[in-house]
């Protein structure tokens, strides 16, 4: 009896040393890199945030949420209507991140869901506030986009960085434009290509022209510069040594200064 006794006791033991382990596992939270624990206990949160490592929880009487303070982007489309009326279409997004010092303050003015109780209504606010101001030119322009950008941002700081959220930086990652406009761009960026083409053309005629105008000038100066080193003397001696380099031809002073050539004749010229 005393035997089994004592196996009901070792298990029992062993069982309440398995519970005891489950119990101080689950009441663990491990508070990662690039995260901040916000401590609640019986309903009231802590003003301080927890730094990274292992901390226990007690149910009921104090529990930890671990929140991300790394770089987190909210990526938005919005139709928004330019200075002119007509809407546009933008892709955005936001780079943010949460001021770890003040994660617990964001757990009790707004909650947990930050993100879209606080953030989205502002952006979406921005874009469509500061956009209106814009004609549809600007808004497709590379300057106007970083121009678009930057006002987001400062108003996004004004309005956030007081409650914990810094603001890193807005994207417009692509712009989609009215059909109308749209048609109305392509049709001025055809027309520019077109006088393009033409300005190409005149200009390589123009190079063309005055290629031409060179060469015809070179020659009208070596003729000029032939006519006035040429002499009768010196026509004579050219007319001489040419004749001497043919074979057939053989040069006589006559009266009429006439070449005889080889072969000619009744045979006074062999």
């Known amino acids: 009896m005393s035997s089994t ?46 730094s990274q490592g292992l901390t226990y929880v007690i149910p009921v009487a104090r529990q930890v949420e671990r929140w991300n303070i790394k770089l987190q982007e909210l990526k938005e489309t919005a139709m928004v209507p330019s200075s002119e009326g007509l809407i546009v279409g933008l892709d955005t997004s936001l780079l943010f991140q949460v001021d770890p010092a003040r994660a ?58 007081g409650r914990g959220i810094q603001v890193v930086d807005v994207l417009l990652r692509d712009v989609k434009l009215p059909e109308r406009f749209r048609e109305s761009i392509e049709a001025k960026l055809t027309a520019e290509q077109r006088v393009q083409q033409k300005q190409f053309e005149l200009e390589q005629a123009r190079k063309e022209a005055e290629i031409e105008v060179a060469r015809a000038e070179g020659a009208a100066k070596a003729q000029a510069i032939i006519r006035e080193t040429l002499s009768d003397s010196y026509l004579q001696y050219l007319w001489i040594q040419t004749l001497n380099e043919n074979p057939n031809v053989i040069y006589v002073a006559t009266e009429a200064n006439l070449p005889i050539f080889k072969g000619v004749g009744t045979g006074a010229g062999k």
């Open 5 to 50: 006794i004592k196996i009901q006791s070792k298990r029992l033991c062993t069982l309440i040393a398995l519970a005891v382990m489950a119990l101080s596992t689950s009441a663990c939270v491990v508070i990662e890199d690039g995260e901040v624990g916000v401590a609640k206990s019986f309903g009231a949160i802590a003003d301080e945030p927890l």
């Open 104 to 161: 617990p303050e964001i757990r009790k003015t707004v909650g947990r869901y930050y993100v879209e109780r606080l953030i989205v209504p502002y952006f979406r606010n921005a874009l469509r506030d500061v956009v209106a101001g814009y004609p549809v030119r600007n808004i497709y322009s590379e300057t106007g986009r970083k121009e678009i950008a930057t006002r987001i941002r400062n108003f996004l700081d004004e309005s956030l960085g």
